[in-house]
T-cell receptor, first 112, second 113 residues
Framework: GIQVEQSPPDLILQEGANSTLRCNFSDSVNNLQWFHQNPWGQLINLFYIPSGTKQNGRLSATTVATERYSLLYISSSQTTDSGVYFCAVEGGSGGSNYKLTFGKGTLLTVNP | ETGVTQTPRHLVMGMTNKKSLKCEQHLGHNAMYWYKQSAKKPLELMFVYSLEERVENNSVPSRFSPECPNSSHLFLHLHTLQPEDSALYLC????????????FGEGSRLTVL
């Protein structure tokens, strides 16, 4: 099945700093999503981005499907940005249409 | 608020108990999912329902029994669980079971004693 690798596994920032999270995947995809899991466990949908670039406030994401990676940018980070960021992809040869494969996540800690 | 509500948020049960987790979505979606998140493991898909019909059972032990009475409600019935089943159980929904955005509930944190 499709492999998803996220980097870095852990990231510590001071409030106000910018960061880039990366997601590499091993095959072609027809679905890619970024999620933020808050400290209480809820997964919040950030972007649905199988290709191209999207922006939402301080967050933006870019997926280069031909090169099999996606980037999540966080600018002017805040303590509320802390949590785990997951990349999830769907597709690839032999994969189910409805089965998202999740990466292991990036644990982001933003200190005041 | 994602439009997907799970109850209970926390559950502690013994290995001989029978309990159920409930999920309700208010998004008009046709597909619903159960995921399991254990410590230090990626999310694992357990079950997928599309238009109330189970379309995926990802090699889940029979002590977990899903039920989807209609497209807005999904249950996970728990029976004779093991301590290693302790995890965060996440419900999600999407417009269809094909490619598309997935919306998660807040999760039900289960502890099996």
């Amino acid at each position: 099945g499709i492999q998803v690798e996220q980097s870095p596994p852990d990231l510590i920032l001071q409030e106000g700093a910018n960061s880039t999270l990366r997601c590499n995947f091993s095959d072609s995809v027809n679905n890619l999503q970024w999620f933020h899991q808050n400290p209480w466990g809820q997964l919040i949908n950030l972007f649905y981005i199988p290709s191209g670039t999207k922006q939402n406030g301080r967050l933006s994401a870019t997926t280069v499907a031909t090169e099999r990676y996606s980037l999540l940018y966080i600018s002017s980070s805040q303590t509320t940005d802390s949590g785990v960021y997951f990349c999830a992809v769907e597709g690839g040869s032999g994969g189910s249409n409805y089965k998202l494969t999740f990466g292991k996540g990036t644990l982001l800690t933003v200190n005041p | 608020e994602t439009g997907v509500t799970q109850t209970p948020r926390h559950l502690v049960m013994g290995m001989t108990n029978k309990k159920s987790l409930k999920c309700e979505q208010h998004l008009g979606h046709n597909a619903m999912y159960w995921y399991k998140q254990s410590a230090k493991k990626p999310l694992e898909l357990m079950f997928v329902y599309s238009l109330e019909e189970r379309v995926e059972n990802n090699s889940v032990p029979s002590r977990f029994s899903p039920e989807c009475p209609n497209s807005s409600h999904l249950f996970l019935h728990l029976h004779t669980l093991q301590p290693e089943d302790s995890a965060l159980y996440l419900c999600a929904s999407s417009q269809n079971s094909g490619a598309g955005e997935l919306f998660f509930g807040e999760g039900s944190r289960l502890t099996v004693l």
